[in-house]
């Protein structure tokens, strides 16, 4: 398994914005094209940078990411809610993390 992490800072003020529009929208159509079982979750910061959302999905492998991300980008409806939150942004940082052997197996 792999994690796909994803930070995103927004302007000042539309953190909320973005997640009223990825309830509505972003996650059902992401559920719809990547599973259910991909969405680990998403959280605001509450201490540090207040403008920050961090949101984490689960794959089988980079491989089970990429093809299923691609299918995303062709998505009319995925690519309308991206169109909307771009603006939105002033900073991402996505990254694939791999789990440690330690770690407790999710979901």
Do not use: S
Request: proline share 6%.
């Amino acid at each position: 398994m792999v994690v796909d992490y994803r930070a995103y800072t927004f302007k000042p003020g539309t953190a909320a914005l973005f997640l009223d529009l990825f309830e509505r929208v972003g996650l059902p159509v992401q559920n719809r094209i990547l599973g259910p079982q991909a969405f680990i979750g998403i959280y605001r910061t509450e201490i540090g940078n207040v403008n920050e959302v961090i949101h984490m999905w689960r794959y089988a492998d980079a491989q089970e990411r990429a093809a299923k991300r691609a299918l995303l980008y062709k998505d009319p409806e995925f690519m309308d809610y991206v169109t909307k939150v771009r603006d939105w942004i002033t900073h991402q940082d996505v990254r694939l993390l791999v789990p440690a052997d330690c770690n407790p197996r999710i979901g």
